[in-house]
């Protein structure tokens, strides 16, 4: 369980999901009074029913029962177009509030992305995202309005049956009173540690058949695949054992359900028999008189149920809190600044970053400048900070102290987006996605012509490659681009960020998870291709790696050891100065 889903509660995630509701509040009432009506339409087809069969027992005129005829048809076709227009309404209520839910949960995880989303695991998320959104619908469906419907039809047809026989309305309404809150209390009990589970136990089953999925060849490589499906086995044997268990308490449920049912109709039963004897109750009423608790218990058969979904919503429901309310890496500013016109200069003093927990900084004093046609390069070992630095420029952290500034304004107080469209990424882990090539590209600029994809595919040199492609620009990728080598999905990364036309480009270890020879190649082209204008105007580069190769291109190489800068200078100058850069030079080449 998250921090977020312990300090706020099941409980008061509901009354959050109600109030995400309030806006189809009008469609949500509309579809309970048509639930109603369909409901009493039910009481009134089988009361009218039973009178006129009694009635036609006695062979009276045909014009005695025409009224009953015509009722009977009507309240048949009320109780079918009511139920009809009932579910209508109703879903189109609640996928709306889903598809709003739904929308809000994934701004927040973009918010979170890329650093926050590691405190969720992939396949977790999934399951919040999909199953525990879903269940959410339960509330409104399935648990509000029946409560809503079961009291107001119920109240009423008590009415009813005490207007025709007081002894037989106490006892349906005692009988019916048991059966909506005893009863829904004792299956809410039975299932409240079952159906809390749920959640968590698909959540789990999810992640581990995700993590199996996109971790196969690791694991076949590894030879961890069955240990990964025996944990995939438990995780679905433990949700099998839960559902059975929430079957068996559903069957109680019913079970009492019924019971309750069946006491109802002999009571009433009996006491209307006494009645007719005594005089006090006509005997064509007697029929109505046992019928009408078995079609009002339809009112309560749900309850059971109802209250087993309850508990489960409960836990899904605080499962997308906690992720609407897991904190941001970075703070957005409630009032923005504008971002300035084109040049643009980033720069950095003394910049210090510590992670949450971290025994010392990430980063610990950082200068730079990447003003325009500038080309810096960040080198270090793992751990030296590099990373960290890209998160910090880009937007991703916080820094903890100095200052960072564009074009003179701190980043503090500009838009997050609005930044991201002037200094753009070309990661070590480019997501293609599962689409043609001509769609990977436009997500860089959705308007770009053809002319412009088939050039900067000439840039990256992938031209060739696509031209050779059965369907050109419209060759699905594949999953993660499957029909792709590493080499080409990084070059494909690389043309995004040429076509959206960054002013200032920040290149993350452009060459990792490649081979030493295409990663110095792709090395080599990107210190090429990034020599060419954004808009007309010279681009800034900042390329964090820790290949050194090609460096001698660049203006200015800073190195960083345990989160400080510890050499700074031109390639050959560093060489010269026969310190760490030289050390990592000389291990490099051999």
């Avoid at 049956?161 to 006892?171: Q, R, T, Y």
């Avoid at 792709?522 to 390329?543: K, M, Y």
């Avoid at 010269?576 to 030289?582: D, N, P």
Wanted: hydrophobic share 50%; net charge neutral; charged share 20%.
């Amino acid at each position: 369980m998250t921090p977020v889903e312990q300090d706020h509660g099941p409980q008061a995630s509901l009354l959050r999901t109600l109030a995400i509701a309030r806006p189809a509040a009008g469609r949500l009432a509309l579809a309970t009074l048509l639930g109603a009506g369909a409901a009493a339409a039910a009481i009134g087809l089988i009361a009218t029913s039973a009178w006129l069969i009694s009635r036609s027992a006695q062979h009276p005129r045909e014009s005695a029962v025409a009224i009953a005829i015509v009722g009977v048809q009507f309240f048949a076709l009320a109780r079918g177009l009511c139920r009809y227009a009932e579910r209508l309404v109703g879903h189109d209520a609640a996928f709306r509030v889903l598809s709003e839910l739904r929308v809000s949960l994934y701004t927040r995880l973009e918010r979170l992305a890329p650093l926050g989303l590691p405190a969720f695991r992939s396949g977790d998320l999934l399951a919040r995202l999909v199953h525990d959104v879903d269940a959410l619908q339960d509330l409104l469906l399935r648990v509000v309005g029946l409560f809503a419907i079961a009291l107001g039809v119920g109240a009423a047809t008590v009415l009813l049956v005490w207007s025709m026989l007081p002894a037989a309305g106490l006892i349906l309404l005692a009988a019916l009173m048991i059966a909506a809150t005893l009863v829904p209390w004792l299956t809410g009990w039975l299932a409240a540690r079952g159906e809390g589970r749920q959640a968590a136990a698909r959540a789990e089953l999810t992640a581990g058949v995700v993590d199996l999925i996109e971790g196969a060849p690791e694991l076949i490589v590894s030879g961890a695949v069955q240990e990964q499906l025996r944990r995939a086995h438990a995780a679905d044997s433990q949700l099998t054992r839960i559902a059975a268990a929430s079957a068996r308490t559903a069957g109680v449920g019913q079970g009492l359900t019924s019971l309750c049912a069946g006491l109802a109709m002999w009571g009433a039963l009996l006491v209307g028999v006494a009645a007719v004897h005594a005089g006090r109750l006509d005997g064509v009423l007697l029929a109505g008189l046992a019928l009408i608790p078995l079609v009002a218990f339809e009112l309560v058969t749900g309850l059971p149920t109802a209250t087993q979904t309850l508990q489960r919503v409960r836990r899904s429901a605080a499962r997308v809190f906690a992720v609407m309310d897991a904190p941001a890496p970075v703070r957005e500013p409630v009032h923005s600044r504008p971002l300035s016109p084109a040049p643009h200069a980033l720069r950095l003093r003394d910049v210090h970053f510590t992670y949450p927990g971290a025994a010392r900084p990430a980063l610990d004093g950082i200068d730079l400048d990447l003003a325009p046609g500038r080309r810096v390069a960040v080198v270090g070992q793992s751990g030296a900070g590099k990373s960290t630095l890209a998160g910090v420029l880009l937007r991703f952290l916080p820094y903890d102290a100095g200052s960072v500034t564009l074009d003179g304004v701190e980043l503090a107080d500009l838009d997050g987006d609005a930044y991201r469209t002037v200094v753009g990424l070309v990661s070590q882990d480019t997501h293609i996605f599962d689409s043609t090539l001509r769609e990977n590209l436009r997500l860089a600029r959705r308007g770009a012509s053809e002319e412009e994809l088939r050039a900067v595919l000439a840039q990256v040199r992938l031209l060739d490659w696509t031209e050779r492609l059965p369907d050109g620009l419209d060759t699905e990728l594949g999953e993660r681009g499957a029909r792709m080598s590493g080499g080409q999905r990084q070059r494909l990364a690389i043309a995004r960020a040429l076509l959206a036309d960054f002013p200032l480009i920040v290149l993350d270890e452009p060459g990792e998870h490649l081979d030493v020879t295409t990663a110095d190649a792709i090395l080599g082209e990107l210190l090429v291709v990034t020599r060419a204008p954004a808009n007309g105007r010279a681009r800034a580069t900042l390329l964090i790696t820790h290949r050194l190769a090609g460096l001698e291109e660049v203006d200015e190489v800073l190195v960083l050891d345990r989160g400080r800068m510890v050499e700074r200078g031109t390639h050959v100058e560093l060489l010269a100065r026969g310190g760490c850069y030289a050390s990592l030079w000389e291990r490099e080449s051999g």
